[in-house]
């Protein structure tokens, strides 16, 4: 390798098999009960598609989404210490969260938006006062997609709640939207040593192949094939 002129750069031949692409997709109660260490991509795909047509899926979002898990840490301190040692840092807790901007007005939507909704005895859609366990969302999930090759990525917290409450924007000349943040607590007591999400990667059937596309032929505008 010549030094003259070398710049330094992480990209390999591999790098866009590693790149999460596009805005993926928000799923709420979808069962990944099934999965296992060895669900490939495709059996993935076909519990997101079931998801969609079970209506589990948020719909139609805007500007993509936020994911972040961080922890509460702190410093032990004690008389001669000038820098933080290694083994001093504690993490007291994480704050785990899944966040977007939905377009779209389902009334399940709307429920899940208002961290205590109850169906009124009108019909309509109200708040309780009063956060009880049956308004924790059990599941909430991203989807989406890692380098162009198929391969997907998961990201599912439990019991979530929409941090933000629903707050409207209504545009002129533009569709309404809700900006939302679900964050995720520990359902299980017995399971307080690790924090409730899951990040899961799902490669493709070793004998999947993709297909090669077909370019299709015209005769011309309004002509058969």
Sequence with gaps: MAWAGYTPTGLTPQSIDNMQLDAGAFFVNLDT???TTESTAKE???????????????????????????????????DGLKFNPI??????A?????????KEFSE???????????????????ASS???????????????????????????LDDVLNASGMSLTINNNGEGQVPVEFVAHQGDI???????????????PEEAEIPPIDEP?????GGEE
């Design 33 to 35: 009960s099934g999965l």
């Design 190 to 204: 017995t399971r307080m040593q690790y924090a409730p999400f899951r990040i899961r990667f799902f490669e493709l």
């Design 108 to 126: 399940a939507n709307i429920k899940i938006a208002i961290p205590t909704a109850e169906l009124m005895s009108d019909g309509s859609i109200g």
């Design 130 to 156: 009063t956060l009880m366990l049956h308004h924790y969302i059990e599941k909430f999930m991203w989807a989406g997609r890692i380098g162009g090759g198929g391969r997907l990525l998961m990201i599912e």
């Design 87 to 92: 083994g001093f840092t504690v993490y007291d």
């Design 44 to 78: 993935f795909a076909d519990i997101l598609q079931q998801g969609m047509e079970s209506g589990k899926c948020l719909g139609a979002t805007t500007g993509g989404g936020t994911f972040n898990a961080v922890p509460e840490s702190r410093q032990i301190e004690a």
């Design 217 to 221: 032929s015209y005769s011309g505008a």
């Design 94 to 102: 994480w704050n785990i969260s899944l966040s977007t901007t939905m």
